[in-house]
């Protein structure tokens, strides 16, 4: 089935308007056809892009504060998937990072071309002229979004599959659905979302802390993670859970003791680090010096 639906001009969004010719709209549910200019009373010449999502820029301080909520620096890997005049993908580069902007719209790609030109930056940033979702984003570190939910829901999957745990996604007004944000903040009156792509940590762990031997078993929807414990037999408590991409602590509680663990996810393995602030929680930190490793 495709995402598209082709409907030259016919409003879909209370809130579309048409301008110099060519319509467009504010962030309605609407598909949009490029325009004639030359044609009489507006009456277009559709070509044959079809627009997912109406072009519409992130005023200036959003970006700002979007490279802020993605912490884009140096050497980051940056993709931003419907590009437009390229202004997200700019303000990456000048930040340091190498980026990828698509856009499936030649004239977006043009401007953006143009703008990177100016600003000096086309040694670190490519316009591609692509369907954003035929774009691979496994090499992202950060992935920057302005269009739909219903696009940024049909993106779930792929982001949560094909990204590295502890990637970023920034995403201007639209959220993901179910998958509740990391972080959540107003921005010149507009409403940023960020994520942090959670490891998979689901499964049977064997835990180990020193000569101590805890079979933990953890279960995860996105980054919200359960767990049971038992050491010689005797369960125990895993309580407060938390999963900040690669990051993951919780804490473990015999009746007696409430010690939090804080370790590092890879894959089948998980290493114990020092405490991360952000997923702080009761109990006493234990040392650095424990590691999990999956079963199954
Ligand atoms: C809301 S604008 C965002 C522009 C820019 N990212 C910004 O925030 O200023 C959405 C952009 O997505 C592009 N777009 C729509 N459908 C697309 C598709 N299927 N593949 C790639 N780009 C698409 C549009 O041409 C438009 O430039």
Redesign the pocket.
Known sequence: MSFKSFIPYQRRSVHAVIVTGVLVTT?GLVSIAHADPQAADNVEVASSIE????????PEPVVEGMMEMGAVSEGNRVI??????G??AIAAAKLGAQVLG????PE?IREADENAEREGVTDRVEFRQ????DTPIADADVLTL??LPTINQQLRPKILTDMAPGSRVVS?AFDMGNWASDERRTIAGRTVYLWHVPARIEGEWQLMQGDTLVNLTLSQRYQEVRGVAQRDGQAMTVGNARLLGDRIAFTLADGEHYQRFYGRVDQDRIQGVEPVEALAGPGEPVEADWQAERES
């Open positions: 962030l627009l997912d999502v109406p072009y519409v820029p992130t931003d998937l419907g590009s437009g005049d202004r997200i698509v856009d499936i719209d977006r692509e369907d954003l979702f302005y269009l201007h």
